[in-house]
């Protein structure tokens, strides 16, 4: 599969290199080192896929761009658009087309995301009560210096849009709405702290993030009938831990297992190895979580907007 990348920046130098030999080309408008200013420039005929690393607001005129020329698409999170019937247009055309459209979330690879959902869906924990997490980076002062990324819904799209995504990738995708808790402008203008939360889907979830963490962190405490789980950091920021705990009763000091891994982020190249097979194999698009998603993210929007 011949690779294409759109945008290159931190996430499409990202992108490049784990394309590898698939790389033939990069399209961005500002960045000398890329061989096109745009997508049109590039012949049809030297590229079967493009991984699109760009900003939210030009997404949905490129994905139309490249999926009707039946150019697969990998896309960085979230997939943005104005309304439902965009998203809904672009898994129709994808499948007109046969090409696929991918919305990216690397964390979905992360070895211990991927041991928590094994451990969910095997039902040792049994009755599953809470899901808390966090996410917090120290990015305030570059993004309030960002031309385009301080403004808007600030870090709910950005870091939100990964624990959402967490909650179905976890729990499956019959989950509802959430809602606002706190919202907060401590350095930007746009939001830099927000907590949703749900009180009504199974189990309750409480999600915090937050660009003021000068030590990059996630952490999740999942809390349930017959023992608990946790995670403490990502590969990128290692080491990170997974530890499962196993109920006393009456009540006691559990059994504790932990695993520790300090290792390269494998979620990218894993995510890039995913996409291909899914191409190969014919996967059709299907873009339901990225309508769920952009649900929840556009009726939060608002509420921080009335909170203003």
Known sequence: MRIIVAGLGVQGYKRRKYAGKDFVASVDPVNQEAEYRNIEEVPLDSYDAVLACIPDEPKITLLRYALFHGKHVLVEKPLWASGNEEITELELLAKAKNTLCYTAYNHRFEPHFIHMRDLIAS???GKIYSCRMFYGNGTARLVRD????????GVLPDLGSHLLDTCRFWFGNELGEFN???AH?????APDHIIISSEENKP???LEMTLCMW??????DILAEKGTAHIESLCKWGPTTFSYRTRILPSGRPPETSVTLVQEDPTWEAEYNHFKQLVESGTSTDLSNDLWLQSNLRRLGLSIKKSQ
């Open 123 to 125: 039902g040792k924990l």
């Open 146 to 153: 960002s031309l385009w990324r301080d403004q808007g819904d």
């Open 180 to 182: 606002l808790t706190a």
């Open 185 to 189: 402008r401590f350095e930007n203008l």
């Open 204 to 206: 309750r979830f409480e």
């Open 215 to 220: 030590r990059n962190h996630f952490t999740c």
